[in-house]
């Protein structure tokens, strides 16, 4: 009998070589479907700031996914997100994505947001699977050129407020 898988989601304060070898396998994704002008990931310098908290995934000890939140006053934006297709199916995305609902949360915002590309059709069933729904473009979105954002799907997700134990309540 195989043992269970162990994801483990390990918050990251630099561009390790794990980092930027995965960031670098969504470039390359990204690269064969959207002109340069629809992807609007942050390059990996931009990423570790201060209002951006970034994760590295592992599964049973190995990187295979990453991903990011971009706190703002009002709001916050999932970040390059991304699972290697051998990962896929094994949880990953979801723990994920449930440590970037945490960190929103334990920071204030109440909405989530991202923009993904409307051939990114694994990652829209997937937000989708988890709540979000489709909404306008928002954020420096809103003013880009229509053609900066044909391809661009927009997505929102109202998180739930902290537990309320942990409030003293």
Partial sequence: MRAPDR???ELVSSATDDVRTLLAELDQLLMVEYRPE?????????????NI???LARLNGMAVGCGGVMLFADFAEIKRMY???GA???GVAQALLARIEEETRDAGPVLLRLETGIRQTAALRF??????EVRGPFGAYATMAPQAIATSVFLQK???SPDPRSEGG
């Fill in 38 to 50: 629809q992807r609007h990931g942050l390059a990996v310098d931009a990423i570790f700031k201060p």
């Fill in 83 to 85: 699972v290697r297709d």
């Fill in 53 to 55: 908290r970034f994760f």
């Fill in 88 to 90: 896929r199916g094994h």
């Fill in 158 to 160: 109202r998180l739930g």
């Fill in 7 to 9: 994801i483990t989601i």
């Fill in 127 to 132: 937000y989708q699977r988890a709540g979000f």
